[in-house]
């Protein structure tokens, strides 16, 4: 019996090759890589901390059995996103999302000055996002975060593309005017 | 609005978040739910191809023989084979040539005194009946010698493979009929073996001879002639010794409680060239049908590849340097660490060594050059000896041993299916060579069943080797 030993790193393609092969070490790695980031892109998705662990669960589940379809072209982390995308999308058309505008807030832009909202942490931003009417939260996710078009979101949610639009109108705005609010009470 | 959703993104876009403890074991149990059970091994590929090839092989070899039978007069000794019998009837009285025909006889041709019968099995070359009897009319008396004794005494040598090459005088005087190793019959004992002059019953078969020959005794006493006996069946016992190479594979039937280690166990290890040496004694039951046992060692390798994680620190020590408002030059380090993960690639070559008892049904056909057999049976596999690395429970390396890793694998008795077909070519001296192609299925799960997983060892080979044909030293009749 003799044993060859050799160090190697894990590249992305050995970490793609190891998940098809159904390598737990390498679905580990590939879960502890990539499960923050996707657990921050539910939470901005769901209602609360639970279904955003539903979400990213089934997610990985997704992306575990449907690996051997990944082409190795393009970004493997959006190709993951995607998926992960794909699944809060469906938990939210299971909730039968309204998109409604809200009473009292305006389509117009509202111009706002970067060291407003420059000092703001990731969390902050977070928890404004989150505060965000579902269906603005969601557009805004869609659009400004994860880059989709309004037709593409038109397509994704089911509604017509002017609809995305407004939505995100609305979106920012009422984000911009809490961003105002909280530097208000900041001086 | 581009800057603000810059911001936003530039922030948000990688931004992570605390992953729940004890998701990832959600997700391992969620994936195992979907994963699609094993095929049964006879919906296997392999299976089938091995079946199927074994049929054909059998269909065309048994083809082969059964069209190319000769034609003619000696169409009888093809098809009812075995065995082939030589009649020789010497008349002590004669003179032959060095063919075996008789030249001259004393006697009147219809009223010879003494004939010496024997009956040669020419594979065995041993004497099966020798009969000796006055056909004068007037005469009844009946002698006949036991063939067995008789074949100790001095006929067998005489009439063994070259009995048309002796000289008349070895002949004659080889002749030594023992009375007294014989038994003398006399009339009332032989009251249903009364002979008509010239005819001869083998006491065996209870029917004239004339029933089975071929050429039957001539006008010229040129009285050596050939028969086939049909349903004759000599009880023969041979030695095999044969090795062969093997190609092995190996099923890990996977669970769904144990999906990761089986996984991980089936994806690791990659079975290599083995092979196969032993010693089987065979035993006809009918002229077709032989029974086989022996003992057989098998060795069969492996490669078991490994992904040994670990990980590697890094220190990179990054100097910089500046000039100052002063004019001085300032050397700043800066020192940081980073954690580079990885694997070390180890493989490890493992054997599975056994003792093995093979019990084998084989169905044996052809002439007299080739023969063609149909094996089937089973494989025993009495103790089994690993040497290597393999997984345990937790996926860490381990010995191999079934001691030392508390019985991931079995060493007691596993069951093989064994097929194959073997082509004979007779060699002489009693010995053939052949070469039997096989496969075997492994039955038995060969891995520990508290480990929640079974392994099937699957093999095709192709046995080389010698078959000798143990020498009998009697027929009693």
Known sequence: MSIVKQLYLLSEHELIKGCIEQNPHTQRMLFEQYAGKFMSVCLRYSIDSMEAEDMLQEGFVRIFNNLHQFKFEGSFEGWMRRIVVNVCLKYIQKRKLPFKDIDGESASELHIQPYIYGNLSEDDLLKLISNLPDGYRIVFNLNVIEGYSHEEIAVMLGIEASTSRSQLVKARRMLQNQIIKLEKIAV | MQEFDKYIKDNLYNHESPVPAGLWERIVSEKDKKKPTPLPFWKNGYFQSTILAIITVGIIGSAYFYTNKPTGENAIHIKEVSPLIKIAILNKNATYNSKGVIINTKENKSNFTTIDSRIIDSKTNIIHSVCMHKSNTQETNFRKYNAATTAHNGYAPLLVNNFFEVSQSDELNNVNIQKDNGRLLNESEN???????????????????????????????????????????????????????????????????????????????????????????????????????????????????????????????????????????????????????????????????????????????????????????????????????????????????????????????????????????????????????????????????????????NSLGINFGIRYKIPRSSIKL
Request: hydrophobic fraction near 35%; proline fraction near 2%; charge should be positive.
């Open chain 2, 191 to 457: 009251e249903n073996q009364k002979f008509e002059s010239g005819s001869i019953v083998l006491k065996s078969w209870n029917l004239p001879i004339d029933s089975y020959v071929t050429k039957t005794l001539n006008d010229n006493k040129n009285i050596i002639t050939t028969i086939t006996l049909p349903n004759y069946t000599t009880k023969n016992w041979f030695v095999e010794l044969y090795a062969s190479p093997e190609y092995n594979s190996k099923k890990v039937g996977i669970s769904s409680s144990n999906y990761f280690y089986t996984q991980s166990l089936d994806s690791a290890q990659k079975l290599s060239a083995g092979f196969t040496v032993g010693i089987r004694i065979a035993r006809n039951l009918t002229n077709h049908l032989l029974l086989k046992s022996g003992i057989q060692f098998n060795q069969t390798n492996e490669r078991f590849r490994y992904k040994q994680f670990d990980t590697k620190n890094s220190t990179v020590v990054t100097e910089r340097s500046y000039i100052n408002n002063d004019g001085a030059t300032i050397s700043i380090k800066d020192t940081s660490t980073f954690i580079q993960t990885g694997y070390r690639l180890m493989t490890s070559y493992n054997t599975y060594k056994s003792i093995e008892i093979p019990v084998i049904a084989s169905w044996e056909a052809g002439n007299n050059k080739w023969h063609f057999a149909a094996n089937g049976g089973i494989i025993a596999n009495i103790a089994s000896f690993y040497e290597g690395k393999t997984f345990d429970n937790n996926l860490n390396t381990a010995p191999l041993s079934a001691k030392e890793q508390n019985g991931i694998l079995k060493s007691a008795i596993n069951l093989s299916l064994y097929g194959g077909v073997s082509f004979l070519y007779d060699i002489g001296n009693s010995f053939d060579a052949f070469a039997e192609p096989y496969c075997k299925y492994g039955l038995s799960n060969s891995s520990n069943t508290s480990f929640g997983f079974g392994q099937h060892f």
